[in-house]
């Protein structure tokens, strides 16, 4: 093998794992007693535009599914939950992440799915095909997607 | 939850009456069994759109009548090695098996659940020597159609209690279970959440007495087995098979969830 080539590759292992060590995994978040996660997951500013996409789009948070958002420009917003609109001027940035991160902390029993949780889960699946999970389960979305999906909701307010 | 004055908004105020002579039942008080559950029980065709629910009204526009009419076909046509027909001993179909569907899925004479698709594998394998169909054939498809449209407008008619109760409460465990990376169960969706849209879609209560159903999305006919299985694969969840012991424990216990509500024979759904 290149030897150029090998010493790059093991770099870029090097860089991913440094990146990843300092994100929060998702069996070690902290949920306060109101279900609140105080602290950001990855130490980095979440972008609010990527997280309007996460939350429209249906392989990733599809939040609109269950949820009116809107400053979203996605159609047949669903509404098994409560429309999103304002949801800043309810809520503080360490309760909309504890609610994304696992909506159960904050609302017992709830519906809503837990979007950065990796099990133990009931006859998990391989996506959408109906068939076994082949290893462990990756969580819905990965933790600076989270710090995108809390930047963007912390731009919805009315007052 | 919402409250139900909410829910009923987000119904159809609206009578079926498939060809104007045979009024069916698509609301109903719920079943003792419910109790704390539902208050009432509705038709998922209550749920669908204007277009939709015509549909169902006439058999002229009821494209699972062409299925229908194929499975009717086949009723006299002799198959396998004994040379018989499911009219040799059954007769004539609308008089032989008139309110069969009603009372399915029932215990067979050695205690096993069985299916409507059980029940006519069985006549095909060890009465005319035939082979069977598979669950979600053509030809299954189209007889078991025919023999649910015997039973339109009979009421739900299940039997739920001495041997049958394990099987229903294995059922009700099933209905209850949040499968999958999404953590839903069928009550998370048809219990708490009928009425509502989840997208595009929706959601009634998940009623199964309606089924063989043809859907306008697949152009085609689904059997309550199938509609199970994409239910729980949507939870990204590792679904059962249809004709598992899963899910015919879930058939009975649904199945019990609609009485009150008469069989349709043939619903149509987008
Ligand atoms: C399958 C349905 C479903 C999905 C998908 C879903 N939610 Fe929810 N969500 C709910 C329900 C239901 C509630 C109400 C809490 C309860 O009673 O369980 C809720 C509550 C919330 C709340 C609190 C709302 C308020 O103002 O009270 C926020 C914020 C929220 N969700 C954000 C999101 C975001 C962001 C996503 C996507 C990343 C999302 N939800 C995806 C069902 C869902
Ligand atoms: C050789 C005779 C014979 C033939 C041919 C036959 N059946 Fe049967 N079938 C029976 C008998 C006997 C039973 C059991 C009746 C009982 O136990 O009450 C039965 C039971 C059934 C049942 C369950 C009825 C109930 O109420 O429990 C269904 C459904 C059925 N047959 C459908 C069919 C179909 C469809 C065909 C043709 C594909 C067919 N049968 C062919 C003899 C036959
Ligand atoms: C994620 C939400 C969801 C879950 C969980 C779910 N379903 Fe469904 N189901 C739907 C949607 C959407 C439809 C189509 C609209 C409707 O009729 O509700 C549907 C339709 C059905 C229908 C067809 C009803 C008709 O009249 O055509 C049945 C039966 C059904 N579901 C049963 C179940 C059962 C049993 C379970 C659990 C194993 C289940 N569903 C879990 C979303 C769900």
New binding site residues.
């Given amino acids: 093998m290149n030897r150029h080539v090998a010493w790059a590759a093991l770099a870029a292992t090097f860089a991913a794992s440094a990146a990843f060590a300092a994100e929060t995994a998702p069996m070690d978040v902290k949920f306060t007693d109101a279900g609140e996660v105080t602290d950001s997951l990855t130490g980095q500013p979440g972008d609010p535009a990527k997280g309007a996409e996460v939350a429209a789009t249906k392989s990733l948070g599809n939040c609109v599914a269950c949820h009116v958002v809107s400053a979203l420009d996605a159609a047949f917003q669903g509404n098994i939950g409560p429309e999103l609109n304002g949801a800043a001027d309810r809520w503080s940035e360490a309760q909309l992440r504890g609610i994304v991160v696992d909506a159960k902390h904050t609302f017992e029993g709830s519906v809503m799915p837990s979007m950065y949780k990796t099990g133990p889960f009931i006859r998990p699946g391989d996506g959408y095909t109906g068939k076994a999970a082949t290893g462990d389960l990756a969580p819905i979305l990965n933790a600076q997607q989270v710090e995108d999906v809390v930047a963007f909701l912390m731009t919805l307010k009315e007052e | 939850a919402l409250s139900s004055a909410a829910l009923h908004a987000e119904m159809a105020e609206d009578e079926l009456n498939i060809n104007g002579d045979t009024p069916i039942v698509t609301k109903a008080p719920a079943a003792a069994h419910l109790e704390g559950h539902l208050d009432e029980v509705y038709?998922?065709?209550l749920?669908?759109t204007d277009d939709t629910r015509a549909m169902e009204q006439d058999d002229f526009d009821n494209p699972i009548m062409i299925y229908a009419e194929k499975g009717m076909d086949n009723w006299s046509v002799a198959d396998g090695s004994e040379g018989k027909s499911c009219a040799d001993c059954h007769g004539d179909i609308s008089e032989g098996m008139k309110g069969v569907r009603a009372t399915m899925p029932k215990l067979n004479a050695k205690g096993e659940l069985w299916s409507m698709e059980d029940y006519i594998n069985d006549c095909r394998t060890n009465r005319m020597g035939a082979e069977a169909w598979g669950w979600d054939s053509g030809a299954m498809h189209n007889m078991t159609v025919a023999l649910s449209v015997q039973s339109r407008g009979m009421p739900v008619n299940v039997k739920i209690d001495g041997d049958a109760a394990p099987f229903w409460e294995k059922g009700k465990e099933?209905?209850y279970?949040r499968?999958g990376q999404?953590e839903?169960?069928?009550?998370?969706?048809?219990e708490e959440?009928?009425g509502n849209y989840?997208r595009a879609?929706?959601?009634?209560?998940?009623?199964?007495q309606?089924?063989p159903?043809y859907?306008l999305k697949n152009a085609g006919v689904v059997s309550?087995h199938n509609?199970?299985k994409?239910?729980?694969r949507?939870?990204r969840a590792e679904t059962y098979s249809p004709g598992s012991p899963e899910f015919h424990a879930?058939e009975l216990y649904?199945a019990s969830r609609g009485m009150g509500l008469d069989i349709e024979g043939g619903?149509v759904?987008?």
């Fill in positions: 038709s998922g065709w749920f669908r099933i209905y279970t499968y999404l839903l169960s069928c009550a998370s969706c048809h959440n009928y989840i879609d929706h959601l009634s209560q998940g009623q199964i309606g089924f159903v859907r309550i509609r199970f994409g239910c729980i949507d939870t879930l649904v619903g759904r987008p």
